[in-house]
């Protein structure tokens, strides 16, 4: 079985495809993708990565389940929920064959203050977000070979154009995200059939949870809905910068990814690139 591998960015042509994989638009479920793709592709650099929300769960229970040797790397901001923190320590003790690995910003919130000022997050979210996701994603994929993440189409419209596979230009790296297709009644039906721990959040308001400075609950949201409108509040901020933004083409955001814009410029093997 074969599935398409998409390019990130307009600006440079798609890398050679990878074992099993074809150019071209394809749906299949998450099951599908992890047997037909990651089965085929370099073992000993698979890596995923997560912040513990409804999605990232659902998928470690399938990546346990299809007995991949899969490492999990999980960034430690400082500023997560007790809840949070508490579901990762559930989690190591369930997933026990899993890797988990926690990496931190170079900086501690201490640190932070004395060379930004206090509450960084609350007069620049986005170099914040820089500081305590950005930087530290990228020292965890420059170890790896494929990248895999728990992004959903219908997440947000800067997310309707990720696809199963696509090489992401960002950080140079394959990315699979075996979720892409699917709504999040179907990740909420998954986690209650398959009696997955959840962040007990989820069933109090906050459909995407982040950073507690910048986490709000949503009024009316249950563990089925899915909105980004309590994060960075005020901001017009929606992402964190980790992935960058995929918009469906012919989507007015398409035709200018800020994001993106030096996609492809680092290179792992570049000697000083980090």
Not at 170 to 197: M, T, Y
Request: proline share 9%; hydrophobic share 35%; glycine share 8%.
């Amino acid at each position: 079985m074969n599935l398409p591998i998409t390019d990130a960015s307009a600006n440079k042509p798609p890398p050679p495809s990878a074992p099993g994989v074809q150019s071209g638009p394809i749906s299949r479920s998450p099951e599908e993708v992890i047997g037909s793709v990651l089965r085929r592709l370099p073992q000993n650099g698979l890596v995923m990565t997560t912040s513990f929300g409804m999605e990232g769960a659902a998928l470690l229970e399938m990546l346990y389940q299809a007995n991949l040797p899969v490492r999990v790397a999980w960034i430690d901001t400082d500023f997560h929920f007790e809840e949070t923190y508490e579901l990762i320590r559930r989690v190591q003790a369930r997933y026990s064959r899993l890797v988990f690995e926690r990496f931190s910003p170079a900086l501690s919130p201490q640190e932070q203050a004395r060379v930004y000022g206090e509450a960084l997050w609350s007069r620049d979210p986005d170099r914040c977000c820089e500081i305590r996701k950005v930087e530290p994603l990228r020292h965890i994929l420059d170890t790896a070979s494929v990248w895999i993440t728990a992004l959903r189409r219908s997440q947000s419209p800067t997310r309707a154009g990720i696809e199963h596979v696509m090489w992401d230009w960002q950080h140079n790296v394959l990315k699979v995200s075996p979720l892409a297709d699917w709504s999040r009644e179907q990740v909420w039906e998954f986690i209650q059939s398959h009696g997955v721990p959840f962040n007990p959040l989820h069933e109090r308001g906050y459909p995407s949870i982040g950073c507690t400075h910048c986490t709000k609950p949503v009024a009316g949201a249950g563990p089925a809905d899915y909105t980004r409108q309590g994060r960075w509040q005020g901001t017009g901020k929606t992402e964190c910068g980790l992935h960058g933004r995929y918009p469906a083409p012919g989507h007015p955001a398409s035709a200018a990814t800020p994001d993106l814009q030096h996609a492809g410029e680092r290179n792992r093997n570049t000697p000083g690139s980090a």
